[in-house]
């Protein structure tokens, strides 16, 4: 089985700066695409950035377009995201996935919480 591990989530002010990391390990597999993704109280999960392992091909929610980057470690089993600029509508809690095809995510992390202050 694949196990995800996010972490680096906190508190922070508005207009602040925090990276997440996420670690795959478990049995050996091939990695198509590992994304990060959001979820607010009452509200619907949704898609932060996403990177292709193979290419560094990176996708970006519009709304966080010019503040948030990813990207992958040199051993090829993380993903980073660097989240400048934070707002407090970026508060949520924040998972990593993992796809190994194009079929979509089917691994996800526990998730790391995010909260931006005002």
């Known amino acids: 089985q694949v196990q995800l591990v996010e972490s680096g989530g906190g508190l922070v002010q508005a207009g602040g700066s925090l990276r997440l990391s996420c670690a795959a390990s478990?049995?050996?597999?091939?990695?198509?695409?590992m994304g990060w993704f959001r979820q607010a109280p009452g509200e619907e999960r949704e898609f932060v950035a996403s990177?292709?392992?193979?290419?560094?091909?990176?996708y970006y929610a519009d709304s966080v377009k010019g503040r948030f980057t990813i990207s992958t470690d040199n051993a090829k089993n993380t993903v980073l995201l660097q989240m400048n600029s934070l707002k407090p509508e970026d508060t949520a809690v924040y998972y990593c996935?993992?796809?190994?095809?194009?079929?979509?995510?089917?691994?996800w992390g526990q998730g790391t919480q995010v909260t931006v202050s005002s």
């Open positions: 996935a993992l796809a190994i095809d194009y079929a979509g995510y089917k691994y």
């Open positions: 478990g049995r050996t597999f091939s990695i198509y695409s």
């Open positions: 990177i292709r392992w193979s290419g560094g091909t990176t």
